[in-house]
């Protein structure tokens, strides 16, 4: 009999402050009775939300399942710092430009794509502007080496058409009311969400068409027969088709044995800032900077009925049980307080309200873990730090692969080379730790 047991379930480290910064959520029911389904899905980020709703699109009369180990909008989805980015982003470049100028226009095409769903999405959901905003982005520096980054993208940018605009020290003073940014590279695409808002309000939507369950972790599933017997602590699910879009913890039902990279990411919101606050501060009500040097720290200052608050995002951690601690959670808040003092010495009383530690799952060559792993079993996880556009599009691409075979996004992801081993342990972590410590201290001021 073929069988998959889960080694671990999702454990998340500190509350998820925009989740936190809501109204109070509406629960979803907990699966408590036997089910069938023609697909079931595992994970309800961007990915399986995704997913659901092009199943759905593509042929009404599925019958879909989709479940939730923790609460939706309290995973790895709701602690993303709400970047959809459209350009090039990849992580390991010092300036994010990508494989070359038909790998990165492609790249864009297909970003663009995931962003004109998630439109669609935030129009029928009626969300607001203050949670899906198609502002753009800054790419900030804060040395001459972050400067060099920038002006390097943006000649990269040229060559690919793409439009932007670099900002002086002056200019990027009065857009964030920070005197710690020396340029700024600005590109239009990029579209801001609060990741929590948007999640609950897509998962809101998509309950009025599936079967749609939270606190529903699934504990391992099993062959039956032509299809699958999925189980979880109450109840049981025989079903066609599984997707698996629980992005690092699919290693946790034994696929991509020591192929992925878990990498914990830390930020921290700011309290609402009071009206003397917002005047000493200045700048724009809304903005959002990511760091010149990818190891650098990101920034957003939002504004909306939650108030108006700033966060930081910054330090990061290498972790084979796809969970880091409380003690790193500290160790990182300590490091936020003193990013945010050095960004905004004009506002000394303001203090961090929420902090928290996300989960991204990463492999060594820039692979997704996509595609039909056993018969009926489908994956679409791995997205490389890029969680909500690439998340989105390799929901889209699994539901398309599913029901009509293929499609531009599937056959994109299914071009990519295999992902690669990682060393064995302790020489994995200790040498990924010690990597993206080197990094982080070489990043410095960004």
Known sequence: MTQFTAKRLPRQTGSAGWNAILPQQTLLPELDRDLTADITIVGGGFAGLSAARRLHQLDPSLKIVLLEAGRFAEGSAGRNSGFMIDLPHDLASDNYAGDGLDADRATIALNRQAIAFATDIAAE???????????????????????????????????????????????????????????????????????????????????????????????????QGAGWLIRTPKARITTGRIILANNGHVESFGFFPRQLMHICLYASLTQPLTTDQIKALGGQARWAVTPADAMGTSVRRVSGSYGDRILIRTCSSFHPTIETSQMRLRNAGWVHDRKFRERFPHLPEVQMEHRWAGMLCLSRNGSAAFGELETGIYSACCQNGLGIARGTLQGIGVAELIQKGGSGIADHFLAQPDLPQLPPEPFASLGANSYLIWKEWRSGKE
């Open 125 to 223: 959901c009626e969300l607001p502007q203050d949670a899906f905003d198609p502002c753009g982005k800054f790419n900030a520096a804060a040395t001459r080496g972050g400067d060099a980054h920038n002006r390097d993208f943006a000649a990269h940018l040229d060559r690919l058409g793409e439009p932007h605009f670099l900002y002086d020290r002056q200019q990027m003073r009065e857009m964030t009311g920070s005197p710690h940014y020396t340029s700024g590279l600005y590109a239009p695409g990029t579209v801001m969400i609060q990741p929590a808002a948007y999640i609950r309000a897509l998962s809101a939507r998509l309950a009025e068409q599936v079967g749609l369950f939270e606190n529903s972790p699934v504990t391992g599933f099993e062959r």
